[in-house]
Every structure is written in C-alpha cells, then in structure tokens.
C-alpha cells in the first residue's frame, strides 16, 4: 500500500516576509508558514510560550459560580467528591481538583468509575453511594455535560453538582447541574475551545487559588497556591497530550511548562512513574514520551484493573506507596501489552481467514475479547489496512465494540444509518463505540458496508502524508535541527515537521538491521552525498530485505536530536520509505 506525499504550495511571499522580520533561514520560515505562522508576533508567540497568554478562567461561563458553591462547601467543611473519568485525561484532572481542594482545606473524597462495570460517565448507582456518604456537592472533571438522568436524580436528592468537562454541549439539552463549566458552552464565550478536561480541572483550581487569596484585587494569588498551579500543570500536561487534543495556543503554553514541571516535579507519584518509564533521567521530557511511556502506563490500570488506582498514584505522599503503585501499574501494563497482542493475533487471523479485509469495513467479532484493549487494537488494523475498522467483543449474547475510521468517513453517521440493529452508540466522526446483540452482528456488517459502499471511492484507501519540504542531506546541520526542536511541544495539529529527499544511498556497513523484541523496527544509515545520518523506521522492520536489495530509497523523515547517553547525535524518524521494489511485491 503506497503512500502519497502531498506538499502543500510554497507561499513564496510570506515566507520571505517572515524570514526576513524573525531573522530566520528561509527553510525555518517555511515549515512555520505551513503552520500559518506568518507575522512577528505569531512567531514569537509559537516560539516562546508564556504563562500570560493562558486565558482568564473566569472567561469559562459558570465559572464564578462554581467557585462561589465549592468555597461555601470548603468553609461549611461539607463532604466534597470529585468524579472524574478513567482515562488519563480524567485521572489527571481528578487529581489536579482533587489535590487543590485537600491544600485549601476541603472535606474532599474522589470517585473513579470502573471501566468495564459501571462505563462511562456519571452514573446513578455511583450518585447513590455518594449521598449515601453524606456528600452535599459533586464535581465532575471530563465527564457529566451528557449525564441527564443522573444529574436529574441528584438534584431530586439535593446533591449539588458542578460538572467540569470539554467534550461537545448540545444547547438544547443540558444536564440538570447546580453549574455548567464547559469551554463549549454557547452560552459562554471561551477564547479556545480545544482544551481537555484537566485544563478545565485546572483552570477551575486556579479560579478557586484566587478565591483563597486575601486582597486578590488583580486576581493574584498567594504564593503557596502560585507553587500548587505551577506544580500541577505537569499533570495537565500529560492529561493534555494523551487527551490529543490540538498542541496549539493555549494548550502548548501548558503542555510547554507543565513539560518542565514534569521534569522537576517532586510528586513522589510521578517520580515512581517516571522510573518504571525508564524517563527518570530524561531531560527534556517530551510529548512523545507522554504519549507513548506515561500515558499507557496510566491508561492500563482503568483497562485491566481500576483507574483509582492511578489517582492514588498522583496524589500520595508517601514513596513507599508511591513505588507500590507504579510497579502496580507496571504489571498490568505488561498484561495489557500481551493481551493486546493475542487479540490482534486473533484478529488479523479471522480477517484473513474470511477475507473480511477485503471489505470497506472490516468489522471483527469473537468471544472474550477484552472491552479495555479493543480499541487499541482497532487503532492498529486501521494502521495496517487503512480501512474503518470496528473491534466487537462478545460476552453473554452482547457485543461491545470500539471503532476507528479514516479521514472521510463519519463513524458517528455510519452507525446512526445502523442504529435499528444496535442497543446503544456513540462517539464522533475518527473514533466510536456501540453495544450490539451478537446474533445482529453479520446483518450489522453487511449493512455497515452498504452505507461504506455509496461513501467511499479507492482513493479514501489511499494514506497521504503532508510534507513541509524537500531537503538535501547537507542542510540538516545543527542550527536547522535546534530550530525543529524549538517548536516543541509537538503533537496533534502541531507534528513535527516532514521533509523528502531522493536518491538516498542505503549504507551497508554497518548493514540495516531490524531491532525491538520482536524485529519490529528498521535501523539503518542512510548518506546523500558526504552526509550520513541514522534512520530510524518504527514498525517496518519486514521491509528490511528490500532495504537491503534497493541500496537506495526516496524518505519522507522527521530529523531529531537524540540526547540519550553522552552523545548528542541528529537522527531521521522515517515516516515512509519508497524504494524501486515498492511496488514489486515488497
């Protein structure tokens, strides 16, 4: 499956413009004009985030009010809980709220849902056994704007609750809450709608610091609290990148210093988690390692035990417990890495078998496959075949599914054409979820495909990847990499850059090898001209032979700087490979 590499048109004037103002080269001045980054100000702005430029949380609608009840709540020292949800966005922004509540003072407890048990959101079974605690205020964090009958219930029991969340508010249908803090909230009008629900958390602490501060006549807060704030964007930081929510904005101010703040931070929760990470003595602390080391970590413990687990992780005090914990979190991050491949197995098998990847939709079912994995593992189908793909796990006559899709094909409308064969569904347009009865899943599939089939054309099966540039070996020098790094963090809607040479020669000593556990991966060196760099091909490593036979390739690569160990040293982060044997059975 080849991949087309589509370079957006040169905007010769902006970019010679902006060279010319930021006193940058004009290769610099182009990746960033692709990001329309194309004034002084917007340059400095990207390139130098500061805490000034984080909006005013009393801009976010109910906000004021929030802050007026929980203050009431912390005075009157009644019962406080905080509900957040099990993934790591809601974990963080639990223990953000959650701790900044314990330092103000507040009779405050926190409640976690269990994924496979009770699911997503607020639920009445947990609103209960909050009243029956004695509770007189909830708050939500990452969840509650879609809880209807469970806010309905708590307000005929008189059980406040403020919902803190940031997925999408339908105007005409609120959850009956003593207050609403939403950046989607039409009633409101929030600068940036993109954050998650920790910054929401967060954002509503900082609110609450200022409440607390005496004389707080421009919204200063005391320094104790100005220390909690900064201490706690690390975890926003984290709840922000494995949220992946857009690195623009506001969203990389937090992430820039919560970043730091991570790499400093002397919660004796997260220095534990940063150990079995293996992150102990990495500096900088980067997205990516967020995304693929922290995040995991946090998420396994919701997917294959429970989420409370982590919130107790990033909230105690004590290192013994701390170290407990993470090796804890370590253990079932093992399992859910050997579960997730046996399903995948499993899976790829069955499609096989039943040619089911030759379908618009590859829709996949059997017995036991584990609610908390299936995701992940429709995520890499969608990897390998680019196709939409739904993951059915099948337990006592009912089927719960994850689906992932591609670009031009709404999930969220696919499912509401099949809405007739399903029990329930949701989700969004990229990623969805549904319950089905077991003996309507093939009626699903052939209906699923039906819709698929007046949608989409060979040309969605086609991936594409953007391209910033073509480049030459001998420009990457130092000063070009360091510009690349200064636009960290990286992630969704800011990616790193890509750029494309051709008639790179494959250098055979030492000879590409494949590397990882399992082979996985590709490493090679790569020279165009009189420069050489290391090129790294995660998930590629079956391509080593035509590696090999080619002895040369075309790249479209993301250049870094590895400071692992003593050496610093430029790599390429391969993100696709065309050799002449592409296309010759490879």
């Excluded at 090999?548 to 391969?574: Q, R, Y």
């Amino acid at each position: 499956m080849e991949t087309r590499w589509l370079q957006k048109e040169r905007d010769e004037e902006a970019i010679k413009n902006l060279a010319h103002e930021a006193q940058i080269d004009e290769l610099f001045a182009t990746i960033l004009v692709n990001r329309d980054i194309i004034t002084l100000e917007q340059f400095n702005d990207y390139l130098n985030p500061k805490l000034k430029n984080m909006h005013d949380p009393h801009l976010l609608y109910d906000m004021d009010k929030a802050v007026s009840r929980i203050k009431k709540a912390i005075e009157d020292k009644e019962k406080i809980y905080v509900y957040g949800d099990y993934d790591v966005d809601g974990v963080t922004g639990t223990s953000v709220i959650y701790e900044c509540l314990k330092v103000l003072g507040a009779n405050a407890f926190f409640y976690i849902p269990h994924r496979l048990k009770e699911g997503y959101g607020l639920n009445i079974d947990a609103v209960q056994h909050i009243i029956d605690e004695k509770a007189s205020l909830v708050i939500t964090v990452d969840c509650g704007i879609r809880g209807f009958k469970s806010t309905a219930y708590a307000k005929e029991r008189n059980l406040d609750i403020i919902v803190t969340d940031h997925h999408e508010v339908d105007p005409e249908n609120l959850p009956q809450a003593y207050a609403i803090v939403n950046p989607k909230d039409q009633r409101g009008n929030y600068p940036f709608k993109g954050i998650c629900g920790a910054s929401v958390a967060f954002k509503l602490s900082w609110a609450l610091c200022q409440a607390f501060s005496p004389e707080n006549k421009d919204k200063k807060v005391l320094p104790e609290l100005q220390k909690f704030l900064l201490d706690a964007m690390a975890l926003v930081a984290i709840g922000t990148v494995a949220d992946v929510v857009p690195l623009l904005e506001e969203n990389r101010v937090v992430t820039h210093f919560g970043l730091m703040a991570l790499e400093r931070s002397e919660n004796v929760g997260l220095k534990a988690l940063k150990e079995v990470s293996n992150l102990s003595q990495a500096s900088p602390i980067t997205p990516e390692h967020v995304g693929f080391r922290l995040g995991p970590r946090i998420n396994a413990m919701g997917r294959m035990e429970h989420s409370r687990y982590s919130v107790e992780l990033l909230t105690t005090k004590n290192i013994t417990t701390a170290q407990k914990l993470a090796r804890s979190m370590e253990v079932e991050n093992q399992k859910r890495r050997k579960l997730q491949q046996r399903i995948f197995k499993q899976a790829l098998a069955q499609m096989e078998r039943y040619e089911y990847h030759k379908q618009n939709v590859i829709i996949l079912a059997d017995e036991g496959w584990h609610p908390g994995i299936i995701g992940i593992v429709a995520s890499r189908i969608v990897e390998k075949y680019y196709r939409p793909v739904c993951i059915i796990g099948v337990e006592n006559g009912f089927g719960k599914s994850s689906a992932r899709s591609i670009p031009g094909f709404n999930l969220f409308q696919a499912l509401k054409h099949c809405e007739e064969l399903l029990v329930a569904f949701g989700g969004h347009s990229m990623a969805a979820g549904f319950k089905i009865e077991a003996d309507k899943i093939s009626a699903f599939r052939r209906k699923m495909n039906e819709f698929a089939e007046e949608i989409l054309t060979p040309e969605h099966f086609i991936p594409s990847i953007k391209v910033d540039l073509e480049i030459t070996f001998d420009k990457i020098d130092w000063e070009f990499a360091g510009n690349i790094r200064r636009m960290s963090p990286l992630g969704e809607k800011n990616p790193p850059p890509v750029l494309i040479a051709f008639g790179v020669e494959v250098v055979m000593n030492p000879r590409p090898t494949r590397a990882g556990g399992k082979g996985e991966h590709l490493i090679f060196y790569v020279r165009q001209n009189d420069t050489t760099f290391k090129a790294v091909f995660f998930g590629q490593g079956e391509r080593l032979d035509e590696l090999v036979e080619a002895k040369v390739c075309d790249l479209a690569f993301s250049p870094t700087i590895n400071t692992w160990g003593e050496n610093h040293n430029i790599e390429l982060m391969v993100k696709d490979m065309k050799t002449p044997l592409t296309n010759q059975g490879f």
